[in-house]
T-cell receptor, first 116, second 112 residues
């Protein structure tokens, strides 16, 4: 079974530039998550989709970050404009969603973003 | 936002040792808990779910203490391959509200 795919794997940009990340979840997984993981910290949930709808985006900095999941499959996360503190690994995860108590998340390899 | 706290470590233990990690959560209404393992520069992977009655998977035992709002992970007979960062997760899901929070992780180094 193919895992969660993410691209690009690495990205270096200058502050105030824009960047976009792409995620393709495991086939059949209804739920898709985007996390930001800063070095030395745990993943911080940015946004969670259930099919096309947003379950939680309370920690998404909406003035600069946006995410969409068209047709309930692939998703993109965009940062515009980027700041130095956005340097982190952006992880995408997906799950079948049988309920919160049995929801195993499968993570992609992440995109390592460096903002100079 | 409700927090999940972990001792960052590092825990340096010899092979064969038993080591325990705790994770405290501040949202008393949290319903679901998990332990994930993250190797250096890799993505997190599910280690085990945490059930109210406690659960065991080989050398790993997870327990939940709702009264004190903490979950624990016990690793017996540590192997070199257990060296990783262990992340706990607490989930609250209720009417009109949802919260999923990872702790910062506890780093374990098993030394020969």
């Amino acid at each position: 079974e193919a895992g969660v795919a993410q691209s690009p794997r690495y990205k270096i940009i200058e502050k105030r530039q824009s960047v976009a990340f792409w995620c393709n979840p495991i086939s059949g997984h209804a739920t898709l998550y985007w996390y930001q993981q800063i070095l030395g910290q745990g993943p911080k949930l940015l946004i969670q989709f259930q099919n096309n709808g947003v379950v939680d985006d309370s920690q998404l900095p909406k003035d600069r970050f946006s995410a969409e999941r068209l047709k309930g499959v692939d998703s993109t996360l965009k940062i515009q404009p980027a700041k130095l503190e956005d340097s982190a690994v952006y992880l995408c995860a997906s799950s079948l969603w049988k309920g919160p108590s049995t929801d195993t998340q499968y993570f992609g390899p992440g995109t390592r973003l460096t903002v100079l | 936002r409700k927090e999940v706290e972990q001792d960052p470590g590092p825990f340096n233990v010899p092979e064969g040792a038993t080591v325990a990690f705790n994770c405290t959560y501040s949202n008393s209404a949290s319903q679901s808990f998990f332990w994930y393992r993250q190797d250096c520069r890799k993505e997190p992977k599910l280690l085990m779910s945490v059930y109210s009655s406690g659960n065991e998977d080989g050398r790993f035992t997870a327990q939940l203490n709702r009264a004190s709002q903490y979950i624990s992970l016990l690793i017996r007979d540590s192997k070199l391959s257990d060296s990783a960062t262990y992340l706990c997760v607490a989930i609250y899901s209720g009417a009109g509200s949802y919260q999923l929070t990872f702790g910062k992780g506890t780093k374990l180094s098993v030394i020969p």
